[in-house]
């Protein structure tokens, strides 16, 4: 049962952002085949990855960036729900429409991400 919650809970990110933020510069990176993905979905941006992290991170959706360009996001089918998902999703969208990547604070790189 958890196994088949990770999955959709990916599959449901994943796909969002395919809708949602099309036109952003995003990549999927993570398997499409379930069988070939664990509880984590990757996208990445050759530009912005770091700060848009960055950025979500301040509006308290956990991601870390993994050099050169991926933005990664761990799911925890016992504690997350789909709304959460789409929460997370939300957040995305409005830091990519918003530009709140652009914010000094979120380009400056730290040592841990």
Do not use: M
């Not at 196994?3 to 809970?9: I, N, Q, V």
Request: with cysteine; aromatic share 10%; proline share 5%.
């Amino acid at each position: 049962a958890l196994r088949a919650k990770s999955l959709a809970l990916t599959r449901a990110f994943a796909d969002l952002v395919e809708t949602r933020c099309a036109g952003h510069g995003l990549e999927r990176v993570s398997p499409r085949d379930d069988a070939q993905r664990g509880s984590q979905v990757c996208f990445a941006h050759p530009d912005i990855g770091y700060p848009v992290v960055q950025a979500l991170i301040a509006r308290g959706v956990i991601g870390d960036f993994r050099a050169p360009d991926i933005l990664r996001f761990g799911f925890t089918p016992l504690y997350l729900r789909f709304v959460d998902v789409w929460d997370a999703v939300e957040h995305l969208v409005q830091v990519l429409a918003r530009g709140e990547w652009r914010e000094p604070l979120f380009n400056q790189r730290a040592a841990v991400t």
